[in-house]
């Protein structure tokens, strides 16, 4: 049998830029011009949601609706996504690294590599409230449940659970070649930041116009607009839009002190390792002050 450890993971909770490396690394490693759209970004990426790979595994149309069915399905379509190409390609989840009723996610046999991109909380919440189609509160309540999963029409499944769980199940894998991205460097040092990922991981020689052109032609303004003129396909219904800020800092206009509190609290370790420069700013904004 081939060597089918052909994956490299675009890793991430929701809403934390899996779809905007997915779509600068289009624009980066495409010829010119030749990058696809929001909407067509499976020429270059696929996804372990796709439910015609499901479809495939489980030799006809994929009808499952329990997470049990679901894990019977999942290897043999992962398998398949891994042997679409010869050679490694990018696979975006938003599953955690974890062994379910015996079946690991996140198989080691189809998996070459990982990135990781992460986002600080007190941002991610409102974005996820928007995507998940609820108010702050219950949003942050799903960001703090270990149990949380989201799923699609075609019983094709999730599994995020807490937000500081889901970074640590990546960032603690034993002996997967990762590397960790936050959406916040990605924001205010972009070239640097994706320079980092290409040389020092992919070890690829970096082509510096060609980097600017990506980045340019993904910056945020840029992908809100193609969603403003072409929509958005992976919008999920009743979300308004799917690039809304995009911005840093942003959690200080959309949140409150009780919000934070609730965030802090529930993510402090975390926070401490990922995010140490928001501490004393956090604990203000949650103090009232």
């Known amino acids: 049998m081939s060597d089918l450890r052909r994956i490299i993971w675009l890793a991430s ?29 499976r020429q270059f990426t696929t996804g372990d949601v796709r439910s015609d790979f499901f479809d495939a595994a489980a030799g ?19 398998r398949r996504i891994a042997a679409s190409k010869p050679n490694h390609h990018f696979v975006k989840t938003h ?12 198989p080691p046999e ?4 990982a990135i990781y991109i992460l986002r600080n909380p007190f941002d991610l919440a409102p974005s996820f409230a928007r995507h998940q189609g609820c ?13 949380m999963v989201m799923d699609t029409e075609t019983g094709i499944f999730e599994l ?8 640590d199940s990546w960032t603690g894998a034993p002996g997967l070649p990762i590397h960790i991205i936050r959406y916040e460097d990605m924001l205010a040092k972009p070239a640097p930041t994706v320079r980092a990922l290409l040389e020092k991981f992919l ?13 340019k032609s993904t910056s945020f303004d840029a992908m809100k607009k193609q969603e403003e003129n072409l929509g958005f396909r992976e919008r999920p219904e009743g979300m308004e839009r799917f690039f809304a800020k995009g911005k840093a800092g942003a959690w200080k206009e959309d949140l409150t002190p009780e919000q934070v509190a609730r965030l802090r609290d529930a993510f402090l370790p975390a926070l401490e390792k990922w995010y140490p420069e928001m501490l004393k700013e956090t604990a203000e904004f949650a103090a009232g002050g």
């Open 13 to 41: 909770y929701p809403k934390s830029g899996n779809t905007w490396m997915r779509s600068l690394l289009a624009h980066y490693f495409m010829p010119k011009g030749q990058a696809p759209d929001i909407n067509n970004l």
């Open 60 to 78: 006809g149309t994929y009808t499952g609706r329990t997470i049990e069915e679901w894990l019977k399905v999942r290897p043999a379509a992962l």
């Open 95 to 106: 599953c955690q690294t974890v062994v379910m009723h015996g079946v690991d996610i996140i």
């Open 110 to 113: 189809v998996t070459a590599a």
């Open 135 to 147: 108010d702050l509160d219950e949003a942050i309540n799903r960001m703090t449940n270990p149990d």
């Open 160 to 167: 995020l659970g807490r937000w500081d769980d889901h970074i």
């Open 203 to 215: 070890k690829v020689e970096v082509d510096k116009p060609k980097l600017a052109y990506a980045i």
